[in-house]
Each structure stands twice: as structure tokens, then as C-alpha cells.
């Protein structure tokens, strides 16, 4: 199962889930209010998202799987692996952090959301999440975040990202945390700390990416994957 972060849809994860169809079943989700799963109801939070999971597992009939999570769907993975363990075989954490805060000015709470204000938070964005020799990859995020609803940026505005870090000794899952060594809004040491909380985790970072390392080096994200997936 793949889980996408904020203002992106499930149609990040079309490479890599191209190369992961072959060995597996892949199943991409829109999370609340993203891509096509639509959303016009009150604020919600982050555990809603996790039961909108489970409920997505359950329809699909699948009682266990692995999740690569990116960013967001990381959070929402690891969460869901502390509240039920049993649904979650392995975990694969890209552009992951046991704690997180905006360092970039984003829209106040309130604050009207136009496509001005959405220009403007996009270019402030920009040198946290992506590195200038991947402009393509900068190019396709920007023109999804472009088209989000107001309304779901409104209310992903309010959610504030949980601190995990007394949960993540409690996750037993073999995990594998992969991190761009050019991301700036998950960087290289808020892996570190996963993967010296987390009991069996490991780590790779990929040279020369930033936080949609996925994007920027699939092939070598895609097999680094499905190499710990395969195994035993």
C-alpha cells in the first residue's frame, strides 16, 4: 500500500508503482480530500486519515500488508503500526520525521486560500523540497499542489504533526527509512533519529535528491525497495 503526502495524490507513486506491479499487489490510495477521494465535511485529524485506511484495507479485503509511505503517509504508516500492528507487515518510510515543523511561511489559520496565496506558499516551498537538477520533479509536484482544493488546504493547515517519538520503540516492523541527502524539509538527521528509535530499521540515502527522492532517483528508490520487500 502507498500513502502520499500533503497536497500530493496517489499519482506521485505511478514509476514506482509500475515497478512493484509485477512482484506485487500495489494499491495506491487518495488520502482524505486529495486526488479523487473528495472531501466537504468538518476539520478533521490525523488518527480520522488512519481509520479512513483501515477502512480502505477492509474493503479491499486485505488484512495485512506493507505500507511506502512518503512524507504525510509515513506519518499516517507509523501511526497505524502503533495502533494496529497485526494490519502492518513492513514499513518503507521516505522523507519521514519523528517530529516536524513548517519552515516556510504557509497561509495563518483562517487566512483565505487563493491562488495567489497558493502561488506564494508554492515558491516558498521550493528549496525545502527539491534540488535544481531535478526541475521535472519540481515542475509535476508544483502542478498538483496547484490544484488542491482550498478547502483541503485549509484544513491540512490546521493539523499539526504529532511528536512520535514515544511510540516508534513500540513499532516492531522491519523498516527501511530512505531519505534524500538534499531534502531540507525532512533532512538527513530526522532519518538518524527514526532509525535510532525504530529497533529494526535501516536507512538509505540517496545522493543527490531532495524529499521526492522516489521521483528523482526512481530506479535506484524502486529496487532499494523491492529488495527489502523480497526479503525474508
Known amino acids: 500500500m502507498c500513502l502520499h503526502g500533503?497536497?500530493?495524490?496517489?499519482?506521485?507513486f505511478r514509476e514506482l508503482a509500475q515497478a512493484m506491479q509485477p512482484h506485487y499487489q500495489v494499491l495506491c490510495a487518495d488520502l482524505r480530500g486529495h486526488g479523487q477521494s473528495e472531501y466537504s465535511g468538518p476539520p478533521f485529524t490525523l488518527e480520522?486519515?488512519?481509520d479512513d485506511i483501515v477502512r480502505l484495507l477492509d474493503e479491499q479485503g486485505l488484512k495485512q500488508v506493507s505500507i511506502v509511505g512518503h512524507s504525510l503517509g509515513s506519518t499516517l504508516a507509523l501511526l497505524l503500526s502503533a495502533r494496529d500492528p497485526g494490519r502492518v507487515k513492513k514499513l518503507v518510510l521516505m522523507g519521514a520525521a519523528a517530529t516536524f515543523r513548517v519552515p516556510f511561511k504557509r497561509p495563518g489559520h483562517g487566512e483565505e486560500i487563493t491562488p495567489d496565496t497558493v502561488k506564494q506558499t508554492n515558491a516558498a516551498a521550493v528549496p525545502y523540497f527539491f534540488t535544481a537538477d531535478h526541475e521535472e520533479v519540481q515542475h509535476l509536484i508544483l502542478e498538483g499542489w496547484s490544484r488542491l482544493p482550498a478547502a483541503t488546504h485549509r484544513l491540512m493547515i490546521q493539523i499539526k504533526h504529532p511528536d512520535l517519538r514515544p511510540i516508534l520503540q513500540d513499532i516492531r516492523q522491519r523498516t527501511l527509512i530512505i531519505t534524500g541527502q538534499?531534502?531540507?524539509i525532512t533532512p538527513l538527521p530526522k532519518a538518524l533519529e527514526l532509525n535510532r528509535y525504530m529497533p529494526d530499521s535501516r536507512m538509505l540515502a540517496v545522493p543527490g535528491t531532495g524529499h521526492f527522492m522516489?521521483?528523482?532517483?526512481s530506479e535506484t528508490v524502486a529496487s532499494a525497495i523491492l529488495t527489502?520487500?523480497?526479503?525474508e
Open 6 to 12: 500533503n497536497r500530493d495524490s496517489s499519482l506521485v
Open 48 to 50: 480520522d486519515m488512519v
Open 182 to 184: 538534499e531534502d531540507r
Open 214 to 217: 522516489f521521483l528523482e532517483e
Open 228 to 231: 527489502f520487500l523480497k526479503e
